[in-house]
């Protein structure tokens, strides 16, 4: 069903933006008339650039780090839209509604537009020659282990030219974060199947068990799994409908379209998944003595128990999932974020292995044969390093590109004040965020519509594939620069004489792709510029014979210790689930007004930040929707509305996050409240990592009340007895007439 | 102006649905949605916004009730007093129906709502005068109204961001009726381009409407409802849903129908041309 | 109890109705004033919203409609009192009208002119109106007579251009008197103008008998489709709470009702800034009291049809709506609205409160709140609980913006009517005359076989 259309769209023409495109910036912004541009007739320009006609061009979407292949449609030299590239085996010609917000970074109206000096609350713009000058200057006599380098996931060539950047002025200091990437998770799959990041294959699966794997929101690779997902539903190769069952505290997006949704005690996911294996040996299904033995204790009642989901339900997936196969099993960010996150994920990762599953349904993926362009995946140990380092005083520069700690780091950590402490902080962003605020140096960057790029996406959904990311549109602004360009500009203050050739990113990029154009899938082609106009078009380079990874499927049982549920705090009661949208994720991308205003899918809440309580506790502490509540943990406190959600452990309460920026631009400051703050700094036993789920909060009416904003109306989600939403039951429907 | 057009214009194009041997021709748009597949994302909400030069209204007016969404994804949950909402949530994208017998059209005093030949409920914002009659009768509330002058507000295209608009479509002012128009800019320039070419638009992705492109889970087909190859039309023939009918054979079925197609409010018998697909639960868990 | 002297000489009658005309009292400046400021507020409403867009008045998705389409309503149904004691009551020949149909008449066209103000100020592109008319045009496009804010429109405009064509026909009499008694200045080039040369001839009196015959005629079958054709507005609609079958005649006897609620109510203050006590005498007031409360009986009756059509109908939309009218966010209005239009009228079966002036001005102002109370009842909880339960709405609240232009509307109501009653003859003197003519005649005849005596009272 997921044909690929757009290869029979012959009226469409692909183009690439070769080197020497022409410019064309977008009319009515007074520059006529100001004198500064001059009207060009249309009689001359391109030979695509036909007025009324669009044109597209392929791209790759940066609003995540998924890395969807994007088709831009371009008029009158202005980007208009982005839509899915089918041709992409990650996304295929799908898109979700934060990469069709893309755009609206792209023409942002708070973006920097000069490099600005700060002291102090004020900037100060200066030319991009004093700011290279600058930074050349703030560098000499500081010992490349004095200079520090933070960064979200980078991969491509981008990853490349910094490491050789770090390399020139010699640091190892590069600490690449995510601050809510599944980084407890990557670990556990590196020990449990030996890779980081396997291949989920949804669609072949017949049941899902999903212990908080957000895999239709905001899980690593969303758009592949949904489609996924559709094909999974509807039954691929002849199966019947997949059945999925989610396991979490907190309902997310996938599981308001489980079929089975299931809340369990916060932290108790992996007890649960002993629990069901320890039910599956009693159903007779084989598994290794040390698996078996790791269970044991594990039975029906003290499962039930710990977990509050009952020996009934237990039983019933059990049936499912050993009548069913394949299936599949997923640990998700709502498993992975406790202080035993990393046990929590392998005995989930366990039942994979028991169920046979590996091989199956989670499988090797390939992989793209330049290590050195591999993903560096973020995570939340290196900006506690990083946090440590500062506070030690060990870094005298810091560079911050593509991250926002300051926003998303526990305010216990403190690391703004640890990020005073660096003599000179350089900071590139496109907006003036709360770490930009705090820089020496803000450097403005270009959009990522208008930018060059390679990407090596961490989930590889078939095939190896490289992600070419080409400028949509000439820049918007005169005075921002692509991070490519700036690191290539301070690479040459060190190295002249090596990177001279290359006059900017775009050419280091071409000299890059064509030097190994055979391993790219161009050994047929012996001109360079047809197979780089060819690879730009497409937007993707496909590796076909990439090898894959091996999966080695290593029972983690012997480790496994699981904590007893805790005892209730009496004077924190409840714990605080910092919810991540699909739209807003860590914060970056709350400037974009759509995001904004697209509904939260659960709460329907727009505009602000809200805080989910289940009806039986709001009850019990006489809260009603509106009540602008008091959430106090060891480390903070914030003042957010309720809203009274049946979706969520009624010990626990869920703030999401990526609203609360003091900063940022007009879309964004202002709105909501920021959970990040109020974080306790527990870390992952075993990874260190930030556990985001182990903060025990208590809550209080402060007395004011507000009207939510929400879509929903004063019924919410009832349909009043009228037929607008109904449901069928598996034993009734009949899918198999279906189209 | 001739009498003979006073006369013309409500046969014409305010006919209910095709009537027997004369239907639409060669064109009549329609939709199915299937909400076993829609997983509530939002996707194809903020490609509307993209496409169709949607305001974002912010945060007060949308607290006012004033929100442009064309297209608006409910969530209802399971209505029987369980604890916790265990078989999930029941997602919904509300948006035009463009209804046959559109109860809109009959009420709009200027004739601003209309029927256009290929199906489609039509609205000409240089037409409309703002009366909301058509809103007020419409039993699905998927109109909005411009309460403001969306262009010239504060921070809704400021510079840059106006850069966006798509020019294919109107910018909307303020004292004008807007709503889902299935994309009809896109359903225009296949129309030409096909006509320039002598042949008919194909159901091979040709044309797709802003949502039907996003939909992650290619939960929304859209199509040509009178062409038998289209998706669409075997999907409304496997359903056994019938555009003219406002009650189907297949409900009146001892013991229901395992088939999931159904539309909204057919009882009123507006003939919808959106055919829902029902969502989906396993018995078995 | 006083009614008109007969032998109120007619001179006295031309005196005292032309006094009327000069002289105003400081009272009838200060109401002047009040309802110029009252109007003034609607202005500065109005300019507001015209610049900003409707959505200053709280409109939002579903309620596209509010207190201006029930304002509306509420003067649509005001004016039809004018046209019930001027052409109805003329052609029962119910002469007790006499000294007062001019006024009532008057508020008729005055409460469309009201009314009508609401259809511009509703529409979102005011600037576009005349889209609504089917006036020739080079692209052949014709406005949709299918629908029935169409047929309002013309019913409106129709019924506006006959009444005042009505008022005037009726008038030209008594401008002739005005012409002959008034001073020289403007107000006599006025009255020369107006008069069309009046002389009193017996040709002109046939002919003005013709004319004023004809026009009542054609008034009454008018006034009662008028009306109908608001209620069509909402019965010919598909929402619950408004498709019901018995809308038109509620909605006319709703008109009557107000009307002759307004009535009273302007009788009390005319009779009392004007001192017109003469004319508007405590028989005649007893009469509209009655006619009132007939009125307002039927009204109930109707109004009951109404909600046993919504609970027996078993449309569980309209079920819903009902109960929602009944305990939902509207609750208070609409118990309200049943209290004052259906409980408060029945004090007026007292004969002892049929005349008295206190009691009846505040019965009159409340059955009129009542009545507006109706007209918001009919619109807005359709759109706060209509077919579609996402959007549901029962948070909205029509701004101070609306609530501005329907107070100003008031102001209006009174700026043109107090005008009116400056330049023109409130009370109609040569009807007056006839009437008092005719009942001395009737005395006369009486005394003259004795019967008087048995009678017992003076007048018919």
Redesign the interface.
Known sequence: ???S??D??D?LKVLGWGGTAVALT?C??GMVESGKETVVSYVETSDYMIP?ISVYFNSTCAQCDAGCSITGRI??G???????NPESAI?R?????????G??NH???D?IRAPLLRTGDSGEAITWEKAYALIDEKLKGVSGNEVAFLTGGMSGHLKVLLGNYMDSIGSKNHFAYEAIGPAVVRAANKKSYGVEMPRFNISKARVVLSFGADF??AWVS??NF??Q??QF??GAGGHQ?G?L??VESK?T???????????VRPGTEGILALGIINALGAHGVKMSGDIAAAVKGYDKDRVSKDTGVSGEQIE??V??LKERTPSLVLAGSAAEGYAHGSQNAAAINLLNQVLGNVGKTVEAAAVVPFPQMAPATGNTAALKALNDGLSAGKYKVLFSYGANPVFTSPAAMKFKDNMAKAGFKVVFAQYLDETALQADLVLPLDSALEDWGTQVPEYMAEGAQINIQQPLMEK?HADTRGMGNILLALVKQRRAAEYKPFDDYYGYLRAAVLQNKAALGGAHQADNDIFWNETLSKGIIKLDGAQHASLSVKSGAAGLSLPEPSAIDAQYPLQLIPSVN??LRDGRNTNQ???????D??T?I???SWVEIHP?KAAELGIVEGDIVEVSSKSGSLKVQAYIF??IHPDAISIPLGRGHEAMG??AKG?GVNPFQILDMVYDKETGELALHETRVKISKTGERV?V?K?????????????????????????S??? | MSISTLFENYSEFRHRHPDGDVPHNPYKWAMAID???C?????C???C???NNLP????EK??HGQ?M?WM????????DGR??????????PMLCQQCEAAPCETVCPVGATNHTPDGLNSQIYNRCIGSRYCSSNCPYKVRYFNWYDYPTTD?VW??????????DVTVRSKGVMEKCTFCIQRIRGAEI?AKTQGRLV?D???L?T?CQ???????ISFGNLVDPES?VH??WR??QVDLDKHEQVKDEEEG?T???G?R?YEFLAPYPSIM?????????? | MKDIREDIAWAQINKDVLKSLENPRKLYWVILFIAIAMVGVAVGCEVYQYNVGLGVGNFDNPHMWGLYIATFIFWIGMSHSGTLLSAILHLMHADWRKPIYRFAEAMTTFSLMTAGLFVAVHLGRIWQIYFALPYPNMRQVWPNFQSPLLWDAMAIFTYLSSSILFLYIGMIPDLAICRDNMHSGWRRKLYTALALGWEGTDRQWRNFRMTYLTIACFLIPLAVSVHSIVASDFGMSQQPGWHITSFPPYFVAGALYSGCAAIITLFIILRYVFKFEEYMTMPILKKIVRLTFAISMVWTYLVWVEYATAWFGHN?HDQ?LLLEKATGTYAPFWWMMNFCASVVPLILVFKRFQTNIPVLFAVSLLLNLGMWLERWMIVAPTFADG?????????QWPSLVQWGIVFGSFGWFTMLFMIFCKIFPSVSMYEVKEMVYHRSLATKKLQATGELAAAGKGAH
């Not at chain 1, 879509?711 to 899918?735: F, H, R, W, Y």
């Not at chain 2, 400021?158 to 020019?167: F, T, V």
């Not at chain 2, 492109?213 to 939960?219: I, K, L, M, Y």
Request: with cysteine; aromatic share 10%.
């Open positions: 069903m997921l044909k259309d757009f029979r769209r009226f977008g009515g912004n009324s008029r009158e202005r980007v208009l839209k982005l839509e899915g996304n010609g799908k898109t979700c509604g934060l990469g069709q917000a755009v609206q023409y942002n109206p973006r239709l929101g969303p758009v949904s489609q997902y559709a539903r509807k409908r059945v069952v989610q309902m997006i996938t599981g308001a379209n489980a079929d089975r949704w299931l809340v019933k997936i049936v499912l918007l699909a739209s007004p759509w995001l904004q205003e697209s509904p899918p659960l329907t727009v505009w602000d039986k049946p979706g007009r879309y709105y009207i904003v879509d929903e109306g004063p019924v919410g989600g009832n349909q009043e007895g009228q037929k607008i939403v109904p449901l069928m039951a598996t034993d009734k429907a009949n899918l007439k279906e189209i | 909400l076993d597949a997983s509530g994302c939002n996707a909400s903020v490609a916004y993209a496409e974002v209204v912010g945060k949308f607290a929100a969404h608006r994804i409910e969530r209802y949950w399971d209505q604890e916790f909402p265990d078989r999930g949530a029941r997602y919904l921070n400021p510079a840059e961001m106006n850069m966006q608009l798509n020019p381009d194909r091979d992705g040709e797709q802003a492109q996003a939909c992650p889970t290619s939960a998706k075997k999907q496997a359903q229901g395992d088939l999931r159904y909204i829902y697909l029902e969502r989906v639960r396993e018995s078995e868990i | 569980p819903h077919y579609y339960p996402w959007t549901w709405d029962h948070n």
